[in-house]
C-alpha cells in the first residue's frame, strides 16, 4: 500500500538543535493541487536534521510530493 501526498514548504529555519523544516498541505493554485487536497490525507509535518545539507535541499514557497508506504 502506498499514498502520495503533495505538500508545499512553509517555513525553515535554524535552530540550537540544528534545522527544522515545516510543510503544510497543497489546497489550490492548480487542478492537481485541488485533487490531492480532496483525495490524499491532509494535516501538517515537521522534521528536524542535524545535517544543514539535507534542510538545503528544501526551500520555501516550493511544493513536494510526501509518499507514504508499509514498510516490509
Known amino acids: ?3 502520495r501526498c503533495k ?3 512553509d517555513t525553515k529555519i535554524e535552530t540550537e538543535h540544528g534545522y527544522e523544516v515545516g ?3 497543497v489546497t489550490s493554485g492548480s487542478a492537481e493541487n485541488e485533487s490531492f ?11 528536524g536534521t542535524l ?5 538545503d535541499q528544501f526551500e ?6 510526501l509518499d507514504l508506504s508499509v514498510s516490509a
Open 1 to 3: 500500500m502506498s499514498v
Open 7 to 9: 505538500f508545499k514548504c
Open 23 to 25: 510543510f503544510c498541505p
Open 37 to 47: 487536497f480532496k483525495w490524499t490525507p491532509y494535516g501538517e509535518l515537521k522534521f
Open 51 to 55: 545535517n544543514k545539507e539535507a534542510s
Open 60 to 65: 520555501v514557497g516550493k511544493e513536494y510530493y
